[in-house]
């Protein structure tokens, strides 16, 4: 372990006078070294992907019912058990939610590795251990919308936003949250969901990794001793982030929504810290955004038991630079198409999400806007200019399945003008990884520029096809790379 001998001295030493002194002096940052090292000792193995269940996680928190006190809160709609996991004998409370939105599972996966390092012992965290102990109670959601979660979708078995019922309570799932919040009456709230991959650092291309927000508890936005203990920790927190993500870590929108719990809870007391997990280039799975959370969390946790969060202001908060939602997949800049008989420079932006399926999901791409895109980002940019725009053609021969189609066949149907293939024996919305669109034989090819359209065409130059746009993905036809590409049968 990477805590030093003089930390964890330092802190054995405060905590022999009595908890209140060790709170008052014991403010020492935790480096980066030491978060990182506990997260890799800590890490809860048996979660590997973003897509887990409610039942994956039941033995999960069972694990934990010795050190901690696990209490059923209720219900969801369809009768799927919510529980919290209670920790700590301190007089500052602190309450942490997550999953609200049931598609949002970054923070669920830090807080089981959390918890972990909350039981541990014997490892060279006791110090520290014992000191969040001694000042904190402890209250964790994991996961608040089961229904949603099953489903791996943002709204629960009522299609309700969960995030939106925080006054009529119609869901089962927001009267839990509210009684848990009004019963334990915490004095800080971690508000815990994950935001889209395109929000970036506004008028950046750097992906807003992180973004957070102390919720406005009124239309004025105004600022009480409650906002400002959470906007002060968020600084705290953000000082951190900048280590692990320079640039990368952005404020989210205060306005003031009357309908949801964030901004509610503000309202009620607590002070409330939203963190919203965004994206990270090359973690699909958002694993390195997971341990980002854990070592924030558990940092913030430190700030509060010390009150630490009281050396930062509220100016080092809006310091922080506000959202953005400019970045694409990808873009074609000055690529020609033909209307009328006459070619026009266009760019095109364009972004792939995600639909559920049995086989876990796939991509669907879509042009999401035309035209001078250059106030947008892109995760791949390519330069267009003096490439025009060909439609695809669909091959003539049948395939009996996926699995006769190589690699190497579809590269050779590309260079030749071949946009699709029919399979007879395949089955709808099965995923697979072609770079080509796969038809069932009684499906038609879609090839489209425009708005809204399925962005699936070839670029030439002097009529030699050298790029192949395949449900949003860029094929280099002369220099082909290996990428992940979750297409499905159409």
Same mark, same amino acid.
């Given at each position: =372990?990477?805590?030093?001998?003089?930390?964890?001295?330092?802190?054995?030493?405060?905590?022999?006078?009595?908890?209140?002194?060790?709170? /008052?002096?014991?403010?020492?940052?935790?480096? *980066?070294?030491?978060?990182?090292?506990?997260?890799?000792?800590?890490?809860?193995?048996?979660?590997?992907?973003?897509?887990?269940?409610?039942?994956?996680?039941?033995?999960?928190? $069972?694990?934990?019912?010795?050190?901690?006190?696990?209490?059923?809160?209720?219900?969801?709609?369809?009768?799927?058990?919510?529980?919290?996991?209670?920790?700590?004998?301190?007089?500052?409370?602190?309450?942490?939610?997550?999953?609200?939105? @049931?598609?949002?599972?970054?923070?669920?996966?830090?807080?089981?590795?959390?918890?972990?390092?909350?039981?541990?012992?014997?490892?060279?965290?006791?110090?520290?251990?014992? &000191?969040?102990?001694? /000042?904190?109670?402890?209250?964790?959601?994991?996961?608040?919308?089961?229904?949603?979660?099953?489903?791996?979708?943002?709204?629960?078995?009522?299609?309700?936003?969960?995030?939106?019922?925080?006054?009529?309570?119609?869901?089962?799932?927001? *009267?839990?949250?509210?009684?848990?919040? %009004?019963?334990?009456?915490?004095?800080?709230?971690?508000?815990?969901?994950?935001? !889209?991959?395109?929000?970036?650092?506004?008028?950046?291309? #750097?992906?807003?990794?992180?973004?957070?927000?102390?919720?406005?508890?009124?239309?004025?936005?105004?600022?009480?001793?409650?906002?400002?203990?959470?906007? $002060?920790? +968020?600084?705290?927190?953000?000082?951190?982030?900048?280590?692990?993500?320079?640039? /990368?870590?952005?404020?989210?929108?205060?306005?003031?929504?009357?309908?949801?719990?964030?901004?509610?809870?503000?309202?009620?007391?607590?002070?409330?810290?939203?963190?919203?997990? @965004?994206?990270?280039?090359?973690?699909?799975?958002? $694993?390195?955004?997971?341990?980002?959370?854990?070592?924030?969390? &558990?940092?913030?946790?430190?700030?509060?038991?010390?009150?630490?969060?009281?050396?930062?202001?509220?100016?080092?908060?809006?310091?922080?630079?506000?959202? @953005?939602?400019? &970045?694409?997949?990808?873009?074609?800049?000055?690529? $020609?198409?033909?209307?009328?008989?006459?070619?026009?420079?266009?760019?095109?932006?364009?972004?792939?999400?995600?639909?559920?399926?049995?086989?876990?999901?796939? =991509?669907?791409?879509?042009?999401?806007?035309?035209? %001078?895109? !250059?106030?947008?980002?892109?995760?791949?940019?390519?330069?267009?200019?003096?490439?025009?725009?060909?439609?695809?053609?669909?091959?003539?021969?049948?395939?009996?399945?996926?699995?006769?189609?190589?690699?190497?066949?579809?590269?050779?149907?590309?260079?030749?003008?071949?946009?699709?293939?029919?399979?007879?024996?395949?089955?709808?919305? !099965?995923?697979?990884?072609?770079?080509?669109?796969?038809?069932?034989?009684?499906?038609?090819?879609?090839?489209?520029?425009?708005?809204?359209?399925?962005?699936?065409?070839?670029?030439? #130059?002097?009529?030699?096809?050298?790029?192949?746009?395949?449900?949003?993905?860029? +094929? %280099? &036809?002369?220099?082909?790379?290996?990428?992940?590409?979750?297409?499905?049968?159409?």
């Amino acid at each position: =372990m990477k805590i030093t001998v003089r930390f964890t001295l330092f802190l054995v030493s405060i905590l022999s006078f009595s908890p209140d002194l060790a709170a /008052q002096i014991a403010y020492s940052k935790i480096t *980066v070294e030491q978060l990182e090292s506990a997260y890799e000792a800590f890490k809860e193995p048996a979660i590997t992907h973003r897509r887990f269940k409610h039942a994956d996680i039941q033995p999960l928190i $069972q694990k934990h019912s010795v050190a901690f006190q696990i209490e059923k809160l209720g219900e969801s709609v369809a009768g799927k058990s919510i529980s919290s996991m209670n920790w700590g004998d301190g007089k500052t409370k602190v309450m942490l939610w997550s999953q609200m939105h @049931g598609n949002e599972s970054t923070a669920t996966m830090a807080l089981f590795d959390l918890f972990n390092f909350l039981e541990g012992k014997d490892d060279g965290y006791e110090a520290l251990r014992e &000191l969040l102990k001694n /000042q904190l109670s402890l209250k964790f959601i994991p996961m608040l919308n089961p229904d949603g979660a099953d489903a791996f979708k943002r709204r629960n078995n009522l299609d309700i936003d969960l995030n939106r019922d925080a006054i009529s309570q119609i869901s089962p799932e927001a *009267v839990i949250l509210k009684k848990a919040r %009004d019963d334990f009456e915490p004095e800080f709230g971690f508000n815990l969901h994950d935001q !889209q991959i395109y929000y970036n650092v506004v008028n950046t291309p #750097k992906q807003a990794t992180i973004s957070l927000l102390a919720p406005a508890y009124n239309y004025k936005t105004e600022i009480n001793d409650v906002r400002g203990r959470a906007m $002060q920790t +968020i600084a705290g927190m953000n000082e951190l982030l900048q280590e692990l993500i320079p640039g /990368q870590v952005g404020k989210y929108d205060d306005a003031f929504e009357p309908r949801a719990f964030g901004d509610n809870i503000q309202k009620w007391g607590t002070s409330t810290i939203l963190i919203e997990s @965004g994206g990270y280039l090359g973690d699909p799975e958002k $694993q390195e955004i997971r341990k980002i959370n854990f070592m924030i969390i &558990l940092n913030a946790l430190h700030q509060i038991a010390t009150q630490g969060y009281e050396q930062y202001t509220t100016d080092q908060y809006f310091a922080i630079p506000d959202n @953005g939602f400019q &970045l694409m997949d990808l873009i074609i800049n000055e690529m $020609q198409v033909k209307v009328d008989g006459t070619w026009y420079p266009v760019d095109l932006a364009i972004r792939r999400r995600e639909t559920e399926n049995a086989e876990g999901y796939f =991509m669907s791409g879509s042009v999401e806007d035309l035209g %001078d895109m !250059q106030v947008f980002f892109g995760f791949e940019t390519l330069d267009a200019t003096g490439l025009h725009y060909i439609e695809g053609k669909v091959y003539p021969e049948s395939f009996e399945s996926i699995a006769e189609i190589s690699g190497e066949k579809v590269l050779e149907l590309l260079r030749k003008g071949f946009m699709a293939v029919k399979v007879k024996n395949a089955e709808a919305r !099965q995923v697979h990884d072609l770079p080509i669109l796969v038809l069932k034989t009684t499906e038609k090819f879609s090839s489209g520029w425009m708005t809204g359209s399925s962005p699936n065409f070839f670029l030439s #130059k002097e009529g030699v096809l050298k790029y192949a746009v395949v449900n949003g993905y860029l +094929i %280099d &036809l002369e220099n082909p790379k290996k990428q992940e590409i979750r297409n499905r049968v159409f």
